[in-house]
């Protein structure tokens, strides 16, 4: 008789400097089974330490915090060579900290009041590496946050985008428009594999690391 598979567990990491946060989080999140509570720290400043010693899949990320907040430890975490995946967790959904961690490799945000059941959705998103941000929620985010440019941003994207062939410009603005590979797949008329293949491509070639990333170069340059 052959046992059944073990389910995959993925990794958690709590950052987040009120106590009665870390604890909501830890307590709704210790009863799933597939999710794991590897750690909870209180500042960003702990948290390279505790990345490397308890080498979480995914980190929720407070992106206030009294000493090196969410957006500093964000950018330091993805230059790691092997980062974990970052979810925001923020009180504003429109504040510019949010936006500045999801240029510098966050996967998505979560507001704070955000139902559990939506919560443990996100973080299995996460560490399936895909985006948690929807097409609505980056336009909005664009739309209600300056980050006091004077149109160098979007001059600077469309000159990233150049650098991609007809196809893969294609493949990313469809991924701006929040299609899945699947849907990708059938709008342009190309395998699955084949979409996979364009969009780890994108990546290279753009120097970024994930979906939402891509998404808001698109965006930036005015492409959606």
Not at 23 to 29: I, N, Y
Not at 192 to 203: D, G, I, N, P, Q
């Amino acid at each position: 008789m052959t046992s059944d598979p073990q389910p995959v567990v993925t990794r958690v990491l709590i950052v987040d400097d009120d106590a009665l946060v870390r604890a909501g989080l830890s307590m709704m999140l210790a009863g799933v089974p597939d999710l794991e509570i590897v750690g909870e720290a209180a500042d960003g400043a702990d948290v390279p330490a505790m990345v490397e010693s308890a080498r979480p899949d995914v980190v929720l990320m407070d992106i206030r915090m009294p000493k090196v907040d969410g957006l500093a430890a964000t950018e330091t975490l993805r230059r790691r060579t092997d980062p974990p995946e970052i979810v925001i967790l923020t009180t504003f959904d429109t504040d510019d900290h949010v936006l500045r961690a999801l240029r510098a490799g966050a996967t998505g945000f979560l507001l704070k009041d955000t139902p559990p059941a939506d919560i443990v959705a996100a973080v299995r998103r996460a560490a399936a590496g895909e985006p948690i941000l929807s097409p609505s929620v980056t336009r909005q985010l664009i739309a209600h946050v300056s980050d006091g440019d004077d149109g160098g941003r979007s001059r600077q994207a469309r000159g990233q985008l150049a650098d991609l062939s007809e196809r893969e410009l294609e493949v990313a603005v469809a991924i701006a428009h929040g299609k899945s590979n699947a849907e990708i797949s059938t709008e342009l008329y190309m395998s699955v594999a084949t979409v996979k293949a364009h969009v780890s491509r994108v990546l290279t070639k753009l120097g970024l690391n994930n979906r939402v990333q891509i998404a808001l170069l698109v965006h930036d340059a005015g492409l959606v």
